[in-house]
């Protein structure tokens, strides 16, 4: 059994973690607020101008559609969204694990791969894997530095650009979608080439469009606007995840501490009653012995 003085140490050790743990709790609830408020607000408008997007890109043909072009996969960029900060339970490592099947799958299949992290973590990770190419930023970490849709426009004409230009046939986002404080899906999307309506799992049906005012408008203005919007809604609902798996991965801790404190408080307890006891034992041993 341990002694005294080392179950005062480690429930003065516990404690403070807890304490911690508890207040970090908090923080995160009070981010998750703000966070999920605008998630909410831009999912609907962001899904209804995906599947439009898609019915639209469908509708032009490979001179119009720049950001539509389906051409032989020789380069794949993936582009993992993950957090700057740990201690939100798996959050980063199932977007990992995702990136890595994916990058296992392309190599397979004879395409070359390169990796743009958004995220500390990604980019501490990714950053002596090789794969990460140097013509592009690997500042974006301070995109989660007061997000919003100004910061995040020219990443997404960066990743536009790059499809246009020919340097990738195929751009992939990775990163955690908002469901609910407890629940984050892991998900794989498909920036680049903008896919068909038809092709998209929720996409429904295909829809005609009438084009107004003209297609060159739509191909110059509200394709690239609405792929800056895909990629804000992204990040949005990875940031909104993020603070929910910090808040339920700290909430967990917190009641792992209150458990181990009960266990520690109760061995204590014990040990304190077994050193009076061999007190007790021993000061009666002394006067049977002054007796004799």
């Known amino acids: 059994m341990p ?48 599947t439009i997007l898609g019915n639209v890109s469908a509708s032009l043909d490979s001179s119009e559609g720049v950001y ?38 392309a190599k397979a299949n004879g395409q070359e791969v390169s990796i743009m992290p958004i995220g500390k973590k990604a980019m501490d990770l990714y950053r002596r894997s090789g794969m990460l190419d140097n013509s592009l930023p690997t500042d974006l970490a301070t995109l989660f530095d007061g997000l919003n849709f100004d910061k995040t426009a020219p990443v997404a004409e960066l990743l536009m ?44 049906a295909k829809t005609d469009h009438i084009m107004e005012p003209d297609r060159a408008t739509i191909v110059e203005g509200i394709i690239p606007k609405s792929l800056k919007i895909q990629l804000y809604k992204a990040l949005l609902d990875s940031h909104a995840a993020e603070h929910g798996a910090r808040m339920t991965a700290m909430h967990k801790a917190t009641d792992n501490a209150d458990s181990l404190l009960k266990d520690l408080k109760l061995t204590y307890n014990k040990a304190r009653q077994a050193s009076i006891t061999n007190e007790i034992l021993e000061i009666v041993g002394g006067a049977e012995a002054l007796k004799g």
Do not use: C, H, W
């Not at 080392?6 to 911690?20: A, G, L, P």
């Open 68 to 105: 539509s072009a389906q051409r032989e996969v020789k380069k794949v960029l993936l582009v993992p969204i993950v957090s700057n900060r740990g201690l939100a339970g798996a959050f980063n490592t199932q977007v990992f694990r995702l990136v890595r099947k994916a990058i296992n799958d």
């Open 161 to 204: 650009k790059q499809f246009a230009e020919g340097n990738y046939d195929r751009v992939v986002l990775f990163y955690n979608k908002f469901k609910n404080a407890a629940v984050q899906v892991t998900t794989e999307e498909q920036y680049l080439p903008i896919a068909p309506a038809e092709q998209k799992a929720e996409g429904g």
């Open 3 to 50: 002694s005294l003085k080392e179950v005062r140490s480690r429930i003065v050790s516990v404690n403070s973690t807890k304490q911690i743990t508890a207040a970090m709790k908090m923080v995160s609830a009070a981010k998750l607020r703000r966070a999920q408020d605008a998630i909410v607000r831009m999912r609907p408008y962001a899904e209804k101008l995906q």
